[in-house]
């Protein structure tokens, strides 16, 4: 099949997934509100014990937020993806004739679209809580570019695992291991105030290393060991959602095409 005919194809499919989520509005409402309900938790129940240097902790918090904000949702994925391969709306769709290209690309453009609507919500929120980008548009739209390769991969993350598990029920359990990569970062504390164990994974997070980068690139504080990770953050938020799109972006692939066999 020709390209035209793959972004054709990806295009319809995006929009038939866009057309399910139309009907249920308030799921994806609560969606979008709960990262603002985590802001408002944490940075006004929790926010006075935190002390940051150089600023104020929910000018620390909002480019965490951002970042976590690129995590939430991935368990909805994981069960929309899984609930249609038990309901045998993927095996339909493979039976049509439509590019395996298009049928995963949709599922990743619909997702990023969701995610750009969330990062809005989210920006909004810090700019009335009084956060602001520092360093000009230019860097700040590096940081959401930043954001978006981020949520791209963990896309793809989720767009294998949803093809790998059985049942939605199974899937569900996608969202257990959510909080722990959430949290084990810098999207709210620094690691340097972590166990030295804990601190190098959570140094390590990619979570980590774009919720780094888009405070050097907002302008925000960093609050920060000042070590490798730290001074090559940039790099490594663009390195790791690269590594793990190579990984998952196979994965995802021949999972697909395994279905049925």
């Known amino acids: 099949m020709t390209t035209a005919t793959a972004l054709r194809d990806t295009a319809t499919l995006t929009g038939r ?8 509005p308030v799921s994806i409402a609560l969606g979008l509100m709960f990262p603002v309900l985590m802001v408002l938790m944490f940075g006004y129940l929790f926010g006075g014990a935190m002390a940051v240097p150089d600023g ?3 000018d620390f918090l909002i480019p965490g937020m951002l970042a976590m904000t690129m995590l939430f949702g991935l368990e ?12 045998g709306v993927t095996d339909r769709v493979r039976a049509m004739p439509v590019t395996t290209g298009a049928v995963l690309a949709s599922r990743s453009a619909a997702d990023l679209l969701n ?6 919500v989210m920006v909004a929120t810090g700019l009335l809580v009084g956060w602001t980008a520092q360093r000009g548009v230019l860097p700040a739209l590096a940081a ?3 954001l978006v390769w981020l949520r791209f991969a963990f896309t793809w993350i989720g767009t294998y695992l949803g093809l790998l598990l059985k049942t939605p029920e199974s899937a569900v359990a996608v969202q257990v291991l959510v909080w722990p990569v959430g949290f084990l970062s810098s999207a709210f504390v620094s690691p340097a105030t972590m166990p ?7 140094t390590w997070n990619p979570l980590s290393a774009t919720a780094t980068a888009i ?5 925000n504080p960093a609050w920060h060991d000042g070590g490798w990770a730290a ?12 590594v793990l799109t190579a990984v998952f972006l196979p994965l995802a692939v021949r999972q697909y095409r395994a279905l049925g066999r």
């Open 17 to 24: 997934v866009l057309r399910h989520w139309r009907r249920r």
């Open 56 to 58: 104020r902790y929910l």
């Open 76 to 87: 909805a994925l994981v069960v929309s993806i899984t609930a249609d391969t038990a309901k």
């Open 115 to 120: 995610a750009v609507v969330g990062l809005g």
């Open 144 to 146: 959401l570019g930043l």
């Open 196 to 202: 030295d164990w804990l601190g190098l994974v959570a």
């Open 215 to 219: 405070r050097e690139l907002f302008g």
């Open 231 to 242: 001074r090559h953050s940039v790099a490594l938020a663009l390195l790791w959602p690269a």
